[in-house]
């Protein structure tokens, strides 16, 4: 198990490395960052004065080099945007984004396996239809769509919820948090709404398929026959063997609601990561993109992680192939 | 009633009115367009910044809401001679901490200006001119320029004063925290948040008079639609950059106010005469190569512009929001020529010209452009498009995000750009010194001239501008550089934007050219 850890610590980082540079030849073909940063007005002095500020005077190479070996030391550079560390302005949008795609995910979870179940148990009843009919929508309506509807109905026709923005935090734990106070509920409640549509929609298909596929399995009809009630037989027999395939989406679609809830962020006006990164795109702030991308694999990495623990806690028998013939 | 009671009473009525007014905190939250990348008054040249600064800072000079150069921390300036100027310093300002503002503090922000660490912007074009500085009085200075530098006034206005006390050990990031945000217009910084918000209260002992409000909220809304909504329920009481889409509905709505200005910001189209040969992206019909590149004919420039329909898409693509363009500023600014009018719309008139050019069948061009930096930019290129087919030239569209357009086309990557210029001077000389002087990075002339026009008539007159203190004299040889540059179409001016805010009734926005968004200038009406 450990060897295995090692080995896959060390993958990751090769992973890291391998991405940071990537990235750093893909902003660079773009184009020239002192083009958009400067105002049109300046003359060559000033333009060249810029370039060499931002130390982009140097070969490709040996920015890449230097980015390198300072991000060992922990510095992945100044934003040129803003003039503080790249990391720094990520972490601190980063606890919003993670708390936006949490309570997506919750809320995806909560409604999500239980719809699925109902759905999967009672394929046939009005209400069974009604889930799944309900579950086409949230796939195939577009995200921002949904979003500007909510903002529509909410909080311009009924004004019950603020259209933007992320409300009061406090802090718990060091990390502003703000599902605490009322004001950061109400500032949550729709852009988790919006983010958690899709995934709710993707947890009861999939709940679904596998409920039906269980019901038909030999072990669940023997427990009926053994005379277990049918709460026992959906919550213990079903539900925990079809928890595998779910765990295992739910830890890969955390991970991409973080790194993709820029569209939901940007209609709320969320001060997330999302937004962060567009905006630096849209300005070719190198570090920011870097980093962001560099937060991000080390993000997924980990959740890859914790799902392949909590899934050999599930199944010990995954737990013994991953030593034995680690993939 | 006696009428002198009736007045008395009036009197008395109105002098308690502000007392009922202050009793309640007056607040407002405005929706922006796009973020604040600093507070630091000296660390990144973009309109955004310079729009937010003007809150917490001012300069020696200011703009109206024309860009007309108007008294800021200066009360008076004079040229004493080419190289000196006199200026006189406002007496009994003080900075958000109490401190008067003196002299010194104008000498101390003139050094620090082309000294800001990492700088992606900075502000030394402005006091680069300026050679050396003498302190008469506590409020009069002396400024020397190197060469006759006639735009000193105007360039004054975009330099932000600081205070020596506290701009001494002051970096970006102390700026940025609140620390050393410390000037002297009519509100201070209560909080900073980067791509955000930034939060503003009153400063009382403003010698400019009473703002009219108590505390201000910017929030950063750059999704348009969500800054619409957010208008719409009431989390802002005003948004800037209202998209043009949403106008016609918005304006019909009795719980809103809309208002708008012509703005300095003109869209039109520069032609790639840098080669001897075609251009890229500039074929025959059949895709061959082109022998000459056709837009070093006047002719073809000519038919270029006659053939666009600048009212149409004025009204519909623009949706009413754009003005037909003759030159590169609209008549209310300084050195455009009243002789020149917006190219009639003629496309029999175009093909007879491309004709009589060697191109009676025309030839293949392909448009490139931005798609997310003008109001409306790819279809403004898509209608110019059609313009073009219909008088017999196969024409192509290609538009981008503009990270990636803007870097090609200085490259001269392109044959035929719609690109947009704002000219923040706000007088025509330094619109034509950019975009048509002969490309001379040396001389920091023609420095966006991505089309490489060249004409030395036009270079002459702007040369001679340069220098020619006298206003009148000056104005008339701009006025004369434009006429020329216009007459033989160096670029294609199409219109200029209109911007439009938005915001809720009992509030009434008086709009700028500059496109600024002040809260100053928001006012609640009964």
Do not use: C
């Amino acid at each position: 198990m450990l060897a295995y850890a090692i080995r896959r610590f060390g993958q990751s980082l090769l992973v890291l490395v391998l991405m940071s540079f990537l990235v750093f030849l893909g902003v660079f073909a773009i184009g020239d960052p002192v083009e958009l940063l400067i105002n049109p007005e300046a003359d060559a002095v000033e333009r060249a004065r810029a370039t060499a500020a931002l130390g982009l005077d140097k070969p490709i190479l040996q920015q890449y080099g230097t980015f390198l070996s300072n991000a060992a030391s922990g510095d992945l550079g100044r934003s040129f945007v803003f003039n503080v560390p790249a990391i720094n302005l990520i972490l601190d949008k980063l606890p919003a984004t993670i708390e936006l795609a949490l309570a997506a995910m919750v809320i995806a979870i909560t409604l999500g396996i239980p719809l699925g179940l109902i759905a999967g148990l009672k394929p046939h009843s009005f209400v069974g239809r009604a889930i799944m009919a309900g579950s086409i929508v949230g796939f195939s309506l577009p995200t921002f769509w949904v979003g500007l509807v909510l903002i529509m109905l909410f909080s311009v026709q009924l004004g019950w919820l603020p259209s933007n923005g992320r409300g009061e935090t406090v802090l718990l734990f060091g990390i502003p948090v703000s599902f605490l106070t009322w004001d950061g509920l109400v500032h949550l409640a729709m852009p988790a709404l919006n983010l958690a549509l899709f995934k709710l929609s993707l947890l009861i298909r999939l709940t679904r398929a596998s409920t039906r596929e269980a019901v038909l399995q030999d072990y669940v009809k023997f427990a009926r026959a053994k005379g277990l009630g049918p709460g026992r037989v959906i919550g213990v027999h079903v539900l925990k063997n079809i928890l595998i395939p779910i765990v295992t989406v739910i830890g890969l679609e955390l991970g991409s609601v973080i790194a993709f809830a820029i569209v939901t962020e940007s209609i709320f006006a969320w001060p997330g990561t999302g937004k962060l990164l567009i905006d630096s795109i849209n300005l070719l702030d190198r570090p920011v993109v870097v980093a962001y991308l560099m937060v991000i694999v080390t993000l997924f990495i980990a959740i890859n992680f914790v799902v392949d623990v909590a899934y050999s806690l599930l199944d010990p028998r995954v737990r013994l192939g991953s030593s034995a013939n680690a993939h | 009633m006696l009428p002198i009671t009736r007045i008395a009473l009036a009197a008395l009525f109105f002098a308690f009115l502000p007392h009922a007014h202050a009793a309640k905190e007056r607040e407002v939250s405005i929706g922006l367009q796009a973020a604040v990348s600093s507070i630091d008054p000296h660390y990144h040249n973009l309109s955004p910044n310079n729009s937010m600064l003007l809150h917490i800072y001012e300069g020696l000079t200011k703009r109206d809401a024309n860009q007309k150069v108007v008294p800021g921390l200066a009360t008076s300036w004079k040229a004493i001679d080419d190289l000196t100027w006199e200026i006189k310093l406002r007496k009994n300002v003080k900075f958000h901490d109490g401190s008067p503002f003196t002299a010194d503090d104008v000498v101390f922000t003139l050094k620090r200006v082309p000294n800001v660490p990492n700088s992606p912007s900075s502000f030394a074009t402005f006091t680069r001119p300026i050679v050396d500085v003498k302190v008469v009085d506590p409020h009069t200075l002396i400024f020397k320029t190197a060469t006759p530098h006639v735009l000193l006034p105007s360039d004054l206005a975009s330099v932000y004063i600081i205070s020596k006390l506290n701009g001494e050990k002051a970096e970006t990031s102390d700026y940025n925290s609140g620390k050393a945000a410390i000037g002297t217009g009519p509100y201070k910084l209560v909080e900073y948040i980067p791509n955000q918000r930034i939060v503003l209260k009153a400063n009382y002992g403003y010698w400019g008079g009473e703002e009219p409000w108590d505390k201000v909220t910017f929030k950063v809304l750059s999704n348009s639609a969500a800054r619409v909504a957010a208008l719409l329920s009431g989390d802002v009481q005003m948004i800037e950059s209202v998209p043009t889409a949403d106008i016609a509905k918005l304006s019909k709505d009795p719980k809103l106010s809309l208002t708008d200005k012509v703005s300095n910001r003109v869209i039109y189209v520069h032609l790639n005469q840098s080669t001897e040969k075609a251009p890229p992206f500039v074929t025959a019909k059949d895709g061959k190569p082109l022998e000459k590149n056709p837009f070093r004919d006047a002719r073809v420039r000519k038919a270029l512009s006659m053939a666009i329909n600048r009212d149409a898409i004025a009204d519909r693509v623009m949706e009413k929001k754009g003005v037909p363009a003759a030159q590169l500023l609209p008549d209310i600014f300084y050195g455009t020529s009243r002789k020149l009018k917006v190219a009639k719309f003629d496309p029999e008139g175009a093909k007879k010209l491309l004709a009589e050019a060697g191109y009676p069948n025309g030839f293949a061009l392909t448009i490139h452009g931005p798609n997310n930096r003008y109001i409306n930019d790819d279809k403004i290129a898509q209608a110019i498009a059609q313009y073009y087919t219909r008088i017999g030239i196969d024409t192509k569209v290609e538009t981008m995000l503009a990270t990636a357009y803007f870097p090609r086309a200085t490259k001269l990557e392109f044959g035929y750009m719609v690109l947009g210029w704002g000219t923040e001077s706000g007088e025509q000389g330094s619109a034509l010194r950019s975009l048509l002087a002969t490309h001379d990075p040396a001389k920091g002339m023609g420095m966006n001239n991505r089309g490489r026009y060249s004409n030395p008539e036009l270079d002459k007159a702007l040369n001679d501008a340069l220098v020619t203190m006298d206003d009148k004299k000056r104005e008339g040889l701009i006025q004369h550089a434009a006429e020329v540059a216009m007459n033989d179409t160096g670029l294609i001016p199409i219109h200029y934007e209109v911007s439009t805010w938005a915001s809720a009734k009992g509030f009434r926005y008086i709009p700028r050219t500059d496109q600024y968004t002040l809260a100053s200038e928001l006012k609640p009406i009964k």
